[in-house]
């Protein structure tokens, strides 16, 4: 369905004031890019300063011109007037939307308010030794890699004439930022007299800048690499480690003895992040990260408009990965922000109070976190945070939201509209959410690909916006079959519009076959904007089947 060329717009006065929930390298990176913006910025801290972190990547593991470019950046951000800095402080409740949210933080002062027009969350990696996957203590000659920097940082003498072993990859998949550190180490040791470096690993995850080069200067500089397909075998002894591995050349066992073993560590989410996502409803994703695997997601934007994820936050970040996430998300504050106010289609959704029965159903079911109570309690929508996708209008049990352009008349209209002229063909109504299967139908179009000649296309906002009504109304105007076209499981720009679009499709299901019609005359199927090929094979079999009837 055409959206309008004109719609009543509405302004909206937006707060300017930015708050960034982490210190550490990613959090003073955003917080001088947003400053940067002209946007004053509340920088929170939990540790006892900001600046760079222990807990994610120790100091002596940078370079010194990494060093020096990260102290100059704290200084800056120190000095900046921009910049509000509160240490040993942390987010103890937040409530609001987009434009205007409202926190309450905790610390060395007193609980206090603060009004901020949208939040950036920075919070750092955490570093996890992974002996247990080896079988092995830590302690005397078995040491962790943060180990090994603090002791190059002090007291490198005790590596001299020494055979240190490196293993990684085995405990875990491993990630360029964690070769790095590996790569780093073992390019030190081997320029101590007399030291001798191995490296047993799994996969060499090089895929990062400048860090293919380092391998290299460290094999040229008699580091000993061993690609391995299974974890060699580690044995304790008094005067050392036995390492003994399977070599797939000679195809036999081969053992080394070594001095030092240093054990890989996962770089893993902050475990906060649950407590943080819980208190700013989002969505936590994959392995404790505050960004769910979504397209729609990337680079630095969450379930709610207003909240951004950066740095460890997201995903283990690089130094510079985690420098280009400050700046994305500087550009993503200066479009919801801009100038102090926004302008929003006032028709955007519509809330009926006179229906309303106050039932939380819309507010429970908001994927946004777009709706929100007022003073006088009742529910308000928020024209900034709201995504349009229609979720609530459907799930409402008194029809009291309505969607914009794609009201319940709209869409009715439209369907009994499609469906005055028909043809002999089988009709088929298929519903298509505009961020996937429209788009694939267009592809299927432009590419010259044959459709059915009874096929109508339904634009709808979200799969999530296809009501009950609508499919069971398509049957009642004649169509001979319906198609419900969501997006696929976890793409879904609502992120969980597909979720409900089959569940009401399960349902109408039901309902046909105790009307006595075939179930399989409605179908859930779902797509990605790309897959044009692939809608113009599903509507052709799903007309093939229906002719068979």
Known sequence: MSQPNTTDMQKIETASNVLVLGGGLAGICTAEAIAAQGYPVLLVEPGEAVGLKAESRPLN???QSEKDTLNKLVEQVRSSENIEILEKTTLSCATGVAGDYRVWLSG???????????????????????????????GGPVITQTDLEHALASETKKFTGKTVAFVVGFGQSGNPLVMERVLRSALELAQIEGTTVYVYVNDLKVAAEELERLYLKARDNGVLF???????????QENGISITYSDPVILRDISAQADFLVIEEAMEADSANAHLACLLRLDLGSEGFMQTDNVHRYPVSTNREGIFVVGGSRQVKALDQACMDAENAALQVRRL???????????????????????????????????????????????????????????????AIQIGEFSD?????????????????????????????????????????????????IQVPCAGKIDLDYILNAFVQGADGVLVMACHPRNCKSE??????????????????????????????????????????????????????
């Open 61 to 63: 593991s940078y370079s």
């Open 108 to 138: 060395q002062k007193p609980l206090s308010e603060k009004q901020v027009g949208a939040i950036v969350v920075a919070s750092e990696l955490i570093r996890n030794p992974l002996n247990a996957a080896y079988g092995l203590e830590i």
């Open 226 to 236: 061993f690609k391995l397909s299974q974890a060699p075998v580690i044995e304790t």
């Open 337 to 399: 922000l801009g100038d102090g106010t926004r302008l929003a289609p006032a028709n955007k959704a519509v809330l009926d109070i006179g229906k309303c029965t106050f039932c939380l159903t819309c507010y429970r079911c908001c994927p946004h976190g777009a709706i929100y109570w007022s003073t006088e309690n009742k529910p308000v929508i928020s024209l900034i945070a709201c995504q349009g996708c229609g979720i609530c209008a459907s799930e409402c049990p008194m029809d």
């Open 409 to 457: 008349k709209a869409i009715h209209d439209q369907v009994q509209k499609s469906m005055a002229n028909t043809g002999k063909a089988p009709n088929i109504v298929a519903f298509c959410c505009q961020n996937s299967a429209q788009e694939a139908a267009q592809m299927a179009a432009d590419f010259g690909i044959a459709l059915p000649e009874g096929l109508h296309l």
């Open 496 to 549: 969980h519009g597909n979720t409900y679009a089959r569940w009401r499709v399960n349902d109408a299901q039901n309902r046909l076959s105790k009307a006595g019609l075939d179930k399989a005359r409605l179908s859930f199927v779902t797509l990605a904007s790309n897959m044009g090929s692939e809608f113009a094979r599903i509507v052709t079999e799903f007309e093939t089947w229906l002719r068979d009837l």
